[in-house]
């Protein structure tokens, strides 16, 4: 019988399934009672200490401490994993459905996720798991589709709704711009620990024997940068302007290298806080008797610039620290402890590892593949796959789009850009790319850019249906707009 055999709902949804294992031909570890999926906004891979990241300010203190010791100490780390693009929205998507931007089909606002696309959340909940989303971020709001398949879909921004009730209503009674009016401080706000708070709250009410989902997203170390003093550690001595707010118009840190090295250091103590509130959620777990049998998964959606190819934050380009996010996966006997796996891997490949582990139906149309097997130590090595990226700005009239490999990348900039490769072991900063025009390319380019052209057209073929062309609520795209996602000018490299 298929692994993959539908869940009954439920409390009896994990027993029938292992029955249905047994059944077959030799025996199969019982999926997870539990799935945590972690989403940390804006952290770069290499700003973790578990990845070997050391401040060049403070070297002597762990950026995230508590993730090192309870996952990448515990599970596994994917050493090189890449998101779809170089923001929020899409990204989140990508990570909730499998699929890449094009083929889930949001890629700019006010793009929202066609009803034919399914959720990681619907799936599960339709097996009888029981489902919560965390949110603390805009580009998470309930208008886009995220709240599909979630029992609680709880607003836990800096100035949450009194009644989140009101996100259950139809768009047309629902009044959005009173409700994202709520939303105009969640960049100046601390949301990680009203994210556990209401993570806990919800938790307390599902029974031992009851499978779970919940899905937490962690803010904070979104700019702008202003952790809790206790946090601010990794440069004490600096004496300047930089205070890690108002991060839109913070060109000088570009500029000057002791006030860059100040806003990295204030981006470092974001996650250091994080950290912390990461290690409040999987205590409260292990107190419960659940985290040993809940499979943990943390990511992030996205990276952040810090001046590599003169920018600062994100949606702004495809390079790898905007791209380049943390994959770690945790459960005792399943995943070995202090596993590393070297191969690519993507956001889109989290759905399908979920349903692998929890033995559900993948959905049709998910693009990602399990990593279930190399995790676990199953297989050694995954198949060569590129890894789609993409990225549209439609306030300048830009798209990008590229592909992702192990050890180079192709990315078609847009119109009046010049199509370029990049050479990752040789030139891992990507300083040095080698363009269209160019007399002496390697073959190597001709070769990325057919595979990409093909695999651009079969994914164009197969777009989804385009989800509602409504405007953006006012308040929601005012919120938006405060946080940088409506338009900016950026610095784009040729």
């Known amino acids: 019988m298929d692994r993959r055999t539908r869940l009954a709902p439920r409390a009896g949804a994990l027993a029938l399934f292992a029955a249905v294992l047994a059944s077959g031909c030799g025996s ?114 309930p208008w886009f589709g995220f709240d599909r398949g979630f029992e609680l879909y709880q607003d836990c921004s800096a100035r949450p709704v009194e009644d989140p009730g009101v996100f259950a209503l139809s768009d047309e009674e629902a009044d959005h711009e009173s409700v994202m009016s709520a939303h105009d401080d969640s960049h100046q706000g601390i949301t990680g620990p009203r994210v556990i708070d209401a993570f806990q709250d919800w938790f307390s009410g599902v029974d031992e024997d009851e499978p779970f989902f919940a899905f937490v997203h962690l803010w904070d170390v979104h700019y702008d940068y202003t952790p809790p003093k206790e946090y601010d550690v990794f440069d004490p001595t600096y004496r300047g302007p930089i205070d890690g707010t108002d991060f839109q118009n913070l060109r000088i840190a570009a500029s000057q290298k002791k006030d860059l090295a100040r806003l990295i250091s204030l981006y470092d103590g974001e996650i250091l806080f994080t950290d912390k509130q990461v290690e409040r959620l999987l205590t409260g777990l292990e107190v419960a008797g659940r985290l040993d049998d809940t499979l943990v998964i943390l990511t992030s959606d996205h990276g952040e610039a810090f001046a590599e190819h003169r920018m600062l934050g994100h949606k702004h380009s495809l390079m790898d620290e905007e791209l380049r996010v943390p994959l770690l996966m945790r459960l005792p006997g399943r995943i070995p402890a202090g596993r590393v796996v070297d191969d690519l891997a993507s956001l889109v490949d989290i759905v399908p590892t979920i349903h692998d582990f929890t033995g559900t139906p993948v959905p049709p149309g998910t693009w990602g593949r399990s990593l279930a097997p190399i995790a676990t130590g199953a297989v050694d090595d995954l198949e060569p796959r590129p890894a789609p990226i993409e990225l549209t700005t439609r306030y300048n009239g830009r798209v990008q789009r590229g592909l992702r490999w192990q050890d180079d990348k192709f990315v078609d900039r847009g119109e009046g850009f010049r199509r370029v490769h990049l050479d990752l072991i040789k030139d891992p900063g990507e300083y040095y790319p080698v363009h269209e025009n160019d007399a002496d390319r390697p073959p190597i380019f001709g070769q990325r850019l057919a595979e990409a052209e093909d695999l651009w057209q079969r994914m164009d073929a197969n777009r989804p249906r385009r989800g509602d062309s409504e405007a953006l609520p006012t308040g929601l795209s005012d919120d938006l707009a405060a946080h940088g996602y409506m338009g900016d000018e950026e610095k784009a490299e040729d």
């Open 28 to 141: 199969a570890p019982e999926p997870p009672r539990g799935v945590l999926l972690i989403s940390i906004d804006s952290l770069r891979a290499d700003h973790l200490s578990s990845y070997g990241y050391k401040s060049s300010t403070r070297p002597d203190v762990a950026t995230s401490p508590a993730i090192d010791r309870l996952m990448a100490a515990q599970g596994v780390r994917f050493e090189e994993v890449v998101s779809t693009t170089s923001w929020t929205l899409p990204s989140h998507l990508a990570m909730l459905t499998g699929r890449p931007n094009e083929l889930h089909g949001v890629q700019e606002l006010p793009d929202r996720l066609p009803a034919e696309v399914p959720l990681l959340a619907e799936g599960l909940q339709a097996a009888g798991y029981r489902t919560a989303g965390f949110w603390s971020g805009p580009n998470l709001h």
